[in-house]
């Protein structure tokens, strides 16, 4: 059920971000590189982890069509451009979504960790 309403609610976030206007935003890892580090870039896909220790947040920054593999999982603030919401994510939580413009924040008190397969 918790999964349900967080898939739901991320659904909804990248919905709304999907009308947002074009505009020069950098990827994840050159945007933040302190929180995300690149582990392989070829042809088809970047694979980064992410790191977010508690009270820290990420530039604004953009992704493609990514898979999202929550590691450590934990309390964040995802803002886009028109919305802002707080999530408890589970370990172990996959995601897939096409690409978005967001940034993070992490207002739990444990460290998330992710793993980011990204369409280039």
Same mark, same amino acid.
């Given at each position: 059920?918790?999964?349900?309403?967080?898939?739901?609610?991320?659904?909804?976030?990248?919905?709304?971000?999907?009308?947002?206007?074009?505009?020069?935003?950098?990827?994840?890892? @050159?945007?933040? #590189?302190?929180? &995300?580090?690149?582990?392989?870039?070829?042809? /088809?896909?970047? %694979?980064?982890?992410?790191?977010?220790?508690?009270?820290?947040?990420?530039?604004?920054?953009?992704?493609?069509?990514?898979?999202?593999?929550?590691?450590?999982?934990?309390?964040?603030?995802?803002?886009?451009?028109?919305?802002?919401?707080? @999530?408890?994510? #589970?370990?172990? &939580?996959?995601?897939?979504?096409?690409?978005? /413009?967001?940034? %993070?924040?992490?207002?739990?008190?444990?460290?998330?960790?992710?793993?980011?397969?990204?369409?280039?």
């Amino acid at each position: 059920m918790k999964k349900a309403l967080l898939a739901s609610v991320i659904s909804a976030l990248l919905f709304s971000n999907a009308f947002a206007k074009e505009k020069k935003v950098e990827p994840a890892h @050159l945007a933040s #590189p302190s929180q &995300y580090e690149l582990l392989l870039e070829n042809d /088809e896909v970047f %694979v980064l982890k992410m790191t977010l220790k508690p009270g820290e947040q990420d530039n604004w920054h953009k992704h493609n069509a990514e898979t999202v593999y929550f590691e450590k999982g934990g309390k964040a603030t995802i803002t886009t451009s028109d919305k802002d919401m707080t @999530l408890e994510i #589970p370990d172990g &939580y996959v995601m897939w979504h096409d690409q978005w /413009e967001h940034q %993070v924040k992490n207002v739990g008190d444990t460290t998330i960790t992710a793993i980011i397969v990204e369409k280039k």
